[in-house]
């Protein structure tokens, strides 16, 4: 979502805090779908669609929203830290022509998702806790009681457990978004600076889809070791114990096959298109309003640009603008009244 120099920063960071709240809520019972058959609590074991009824029939409907608040709260300072970092690197490797390799601008993707991941950390844990306990007998009966819970009867460290898998997983992550955009131009038979709307739309999908997917056995395995405590019943409901990232590995492929590293992968990608489709359009919506706010356009419905306005310029010219011909407006009436008297 590139930035639109007629609405300002304040504007842009609130339409996108909109857009992904509105998206993450709506395609939460995938997400739910996705964490419990990683984890292999009870709801997953007949299968992709019976999840959805076990959850259902055992906790109702509300479960399918269980973790969405924390999800939801952890959006802005995921964005802040990973915009942060990613624009520093970004500079730091910008050559004179201000330019930056494909290559690079993936690696600094991948390091800025990788420092926004661990500075909010725990906060994913208490998500992965809070969907796969059960809603109607819970151990924590929110983010702060979760919070606390976890940190005076696991201690602090239990807040990171598995964060070493966030590092270990982009590398494949980056290598198949790189993968992918070094061969769009290829796919599409064009070149990239042609691309429209939908196929950048595409694009997205393809490259999450690839890039999740390949690095989808280190998130089971994570998603394992965040659940699993001995404090909780069935030690959190995972569907095999183990002592350690390794043994996780090796737990799952001796008692689930080498495929069972990717259990939840349907829901993952059935997730992508709903979820960047409905990113991606209410971005555009909060992004009209803001334009329409602003005097750019006559109407929140629809692009149409509104008459006179020079839209090269910012929302603070505009308005000063505004401002300048009133008062010239003002002081020309009040001329003309004097001249009459």
């Excluded at 996780?248 to 349907?266: D, H, P, S």
Aim: proline share 4%.
């Amino acid at each position: 979502m590139k930035r639109d120099n007629r609405i300002s920063a304040s504007q842009s960071l609130i339409s996108g805090g909109v857009a992904g709240v509105f998206s993450r809520t709506a395609t939460s019972p995938l997400d739910v779908v996705k964490i419990v058959t990683q984890v292999g609590t009870f709801h997953s074991k007949r299968g992709f669609l019976n999840a959805f009824h076990a959850v259902y029939q055992q906790e109702g409907l509300r479960a399918f929203w269980k973790g969405n608040y924390v999800a939801c709260i952890r959006l802005v300072p995921y964005s802040a830290v990973q915009l942060a970092i990613y624009n520093r690197f970004i500079q730091l490797h910008m050559d004179d022509l201000g330019h930056v390799s494909q290559w690079r601008a993936t690696v600094a993707g991948s390091v800025a998702g990788i420092v926004a991941a661990l500075v909010i950390y725990p906060s994913d844990v208490i998500k992965t806790r809070l969907i796969v306990q059960n809603s109607l007998d819970p151990a924590y009966r929110g983010v702060l009681h979760a919070l606390r819970c976890i940190y005076r009867k696991e201690g602090f460290l239990a807040l990171y457990r598995g964060a070493s898998l966030t590092v270990l997983g982009a590398i494949p992550f980056s290598c198949g978004s790189f993968l992918v955009y070094m061969n769009l131009d290829k796919l599409w038979g064009e070149p990239s600076f042609r691309f429209t709307p939908l196929q950048n739309f595409i694009n997205g999908c393809l490259a999450a889809g690839v890039a999740q997917t390949l690095s989808f056995p280190f998130e089971t395995v994570k998603r394992k070791m965040q659940a699993q405590s001995p404090v909780l019943p069935h030690y959190g409901g995972v569907d095999v114990h183990f002592i350690g990232m390794v043994d996780c590995f090796r737990q799952v492929v001796k008692v689930q096959g080498f495929l069972g590293l990717w259990n939840g992968l349907t829901a993952n990608l059935l997730k992508i298109v709903p979820y960047f489709g409905l990113m991606f359009s209410s971005f555009e919506f909060c992004k009209r309003v803001c334009l329409y706010k602003n005097g750019y356009i006559v109407s929140p419905l629809s692009y149409q640009l509104a008459p006179g306005v020079d839209q090269s310029l910012g929302p603070q010219e505009l308005r000063e603008l505004r401002r300048l011909l009133r008062n010239r407006s003002f002081k020309s009436e009040r001329s003309t009244v004097s001249n009459r008297w």
